[in-house]
């Protein structure tokens, strides 16, 4: 089977296409066809040697990238029976997702309600989970309060912006003008050019900051949060630094690192399914074409979600 990984930490050239050996499968296992998979930043952070990730890899290496799948069941291990070959199923790894197979735990990945298209399930796990982890869990965002989003054209924000707007939040997103309208068109109820000073300095503040860019544009925005407001700063290269910056402000700011939920990834998919909540995916490039695809995740102006097609 065709599968991307990297030998060496370094740019997006370091990723190769090799052919390996299908993985075996045990009897508590599926086997999986990839058909698309989500392509993050964390995947072009942890390639480059960069951050926690990397750290959990370094003696690990040849790696293959890739935190979220979607794909078709091909085979099922003699004990699983809540899977069945053909079914459509999607969620979030631990790595190797950049792979035409996969063999998982069974209980790895839940199966793609009708409705939703594979290329929507493929961006979700990841994305869905850090922004419905981030502003619930972490951020404790109730309705009637306002919510800043930043980078929220972006894998995360986009769904941030229509979950928040889901439990009731008023929105502040920011993007560049180039994605006020698609920020609209997603609920938002104030869009402003995050350079933008002035439109910035007009914005009242907010009961919680959702920061996802970090780092010295995190630590700029705090001074907008209210008195005795959150932060979730969700970066986690970044994270004792917004949150040192926060304290002398009255601003409690916390990281974090999302976990899998499936109780929560199935509301999410049920979500897309009703039409509440939408992925978008801007590009999908095929599984050869993984560099193109690090090189415009590393751009840091993604709208919504790319994909690698398997
Ligand atoms: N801790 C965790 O568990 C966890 C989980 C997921 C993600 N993350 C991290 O969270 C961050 C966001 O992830 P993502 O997948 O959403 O990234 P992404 O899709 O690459 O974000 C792209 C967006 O960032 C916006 N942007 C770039 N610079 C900005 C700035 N200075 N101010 C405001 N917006 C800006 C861009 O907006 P324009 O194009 O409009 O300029 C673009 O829409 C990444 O650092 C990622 O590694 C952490």
């Known amino acids: 089977m065709k599968q991307l990984v990297i030998k060496a930490f370094g740019d997006a050239s370091q990723l190769v296409l090799t052919e390996t050996d299908a993985p075996a499968l045990a009897a508590d296992q599926i086997r999986v066809r990839m058909h698309y998979a989500g392509v993050n ?11 926690w990730g990397a750290q959990a890899i370094k003696d690990k290496l040849p790696w293959s990238p890739g935190f979220e799948v979607m794909g078709t069941v091909l085979e099922v291990g003699a004990e699983v029976s809540i899977h069945q070959p053909g079914d459509r199923v999607f969620g979030l790894l631990t790595g190797g997702g950049y792979s ?10 839940l199966p793609v309600p009708a409705g939703v298209s594979d290329e929507m399930a493929a961006g979700l796990a990841l994305a869905g989970t850090t922004a419905w982890q981030g502003l619930t869990e972490h ?90 407001g959150r932060v979730v700063t969700v970066p986690t290269i970044t994270a004792d630094k917004v949150i040192a910056a926060a304290e002398p402000l009255g601003v409690k700011a916390t990281g974090m690192l999302k976990h899998q939920d499936n109780q929560q990834l199935a509301q999410l998919v049920q979500a897309v399914a009703e039409r509440r909540l939408k992925v978008e995916v801007s590009q999908v490039y095929p599984l050869a074409e993984g560099a193109a695809a690090h090189r415009q995740i590393e751009t840091g102006h993604t709208r919504g979600k790319i994909l690698l097609q398997g």
């Open 41 to 51: 930043p964390i995947d072009a952070k942890t390639r480059a040697g960069l951050g």
């Open 139 to 228: 951020g404790g965002l109730q309705a009637g309060e306002r919510v800043l989003i930043s980078a929220a054209a972006g894998g995360v924000g986009h769904l941030a912006v229509q979950l928040a707007k889901d439990l009731g939040a008023a929105v502040v997103a920011l993007g560049s003008p180039a994605n006020h309208d698609f920020l609209r068109s997603l609920g938002a109820d104030e869009v402003i050019d995050y350079r933008d000073q002035a439109g910035l300095e007009a914005m009242a503040p907010v009961d919680l900051f959702f920061d996802l860019v970090g780092g010295t544009s995190g630590c700029a925005l705090l001074s907008h949060v209210k008195s005795g």
């Open 100 to 109: 035409e197979q996969l063999v998982v735990a069974a209980d790895a990945l």
